[in-house]
């Protein structure tokens, strides 16, 4: 089955614990997405990236870090989380050379941060 | 820079009528790609319906199609006969093409009323 997962799906930390918050994909996409969602804000993008070790700022990079050593797997880390990152996060892919630019999400993970 | 907006916070709907719901956006570019997302409870994100700026034609997917205003930069999204599944909060986003820069709307929340 085609899909996309995260883990974990949910998750209360405290502030400045290292976490890293693990998205993987069985579809062969090049193109994986982070966004997160907040009441009135809707989804912001985080980063993005287009195929392996290339990655790019979304519009809400502050504070997080991603890695694209292999194609299925885009992890996003938060060094040093803080209450303020409280959010539901979503991984999302997608086939850059479909012509169709439709991105596929994963469940989501909400975070705490206290 | 892209920007989406979707004025209507809430939206209410009597079982089997038909609701519109709106959105306008923003971009300097003359290729883009406009999509509907749905998010039900499950908080899963859905592809309701995409349109490519170059088309003409409104795009329609069963009880949903768009009403496409490319010069007034309207796009928004009606669902016909509607039903207590579609209730949800429907995202509006676009994409200038081929920069898989995603920016979303803030949301408009569905309730379908039996």
């Known amino acids: 089955e085609a899909q996309v997962t995260q883990n974990p799906r949910y998750l209360i930390t405290v502030t400045g614990k290292k976490l890293t918050v693990t998205c993987s994909q069985n579809m062969n996409h090049e193109y994986m997405s982070w966004y997160r969602q907040d009441p009135g804000l809707g989804l912001r993008q985080i980063y993005y990236?287009?195929?392996?070790?290339?990655?790019d700022k979304g519009d809400v990079p502050e504070g997080y870090k991603v890695s694209r050593k292999e194609k299925r797997n885009f992890p996003l880390i938060l060094e040093s989380p803080s209450p303020n990152q409280t959010s539901l996060y979503f991984c999302a892919t997608a086939i850059p050379t479909s012509g169709t630019n439709e991105q596929f999400f994963g469940p989501g993970t909400r975070l705490t941060v206290l | 820079a892209q920007t989406v907006t979707q004025s209507q916070p809430e939206m209410s709907v009597q079982e089997a009528e038909t609701v519109t719901l709106s959105c306008t956006y923003d971009t300097s570019e003359s290729d883009y790609y406009l999509f509907w997302y749905k998010q039900p409870p499950s908080r899963q994100m859905i592809l309701v319906i995409r349109?490519?700026?170059?088309?003409?034609q409104n795009a329609t997917e069963n009880r949903f199609s768009v009403n496409f205003q490319k010069a007034a930069k309207s796009f928004s999204l009606k669902i016909s006969d509607s039903q207590l599944g579609d209730a949800a909060m429907y995202f509006c986003?676009?994409?200038?093409?081929?920069?898989?820069?995603?920016?979303f709307g803030t949301g408009t929340r569905l309730k379908v009323l039996a």
């Open positions: 986003a676009s994409e200038e093409a081929g920069t898989y820069k995603y920016i």
């Open positions: 990236s287009m195929n392996v070790e290339v990655t």
């Open positions: 349109q490519e700026a170059y088309k003409q």
